[in-house]
């Protein structure tokens, strides 16, 4: 059984002090903004957009157009998780 009085330990808790500076050096290099994988994949979320839409339109079809709503709806979901990566300035600087 969890004690939930225990404090978490330093690193759990965000205390950056307690990590070792390789680790420390291991975390700032994940921690960077990477603004061609951003772009690149903001524009093919939206392409894919697009794209899925355009053949649900032509194929005028119940399962395709089911099948075109979920795709859509994945990459709006991609495009929330851009969003959030952008609020931590991991997309553009």
Request: avoid cysteine; proline fraction near 8%.
């Amino acid at each position: 059984m969890t004690d939930w009085k225990t404090p978490l330990l330093a690193p759990v808790a965000g205390d950056h002090h307690a990590l070792s500076p390789a680790a420390r050096d291991e975390v700032l290099a994940l921690v960077r903004p990477r603004p061609l994988r951003f772009l690149t994949r903001l524009v093919l979320t939206w392409a894919t957009i697009v794209a899925v839409i355009v053949i649900a339109v032509r194929a005028d079809s119940g399962p395709v157009t089911v099948a075109a709503i979920v795709a859509v709806a994945t990459r709006q979901i991609v495009l929330g998780l851009l969003i959030h990566e952008q609020v931590h300035d991991l997309g553009l600087p």
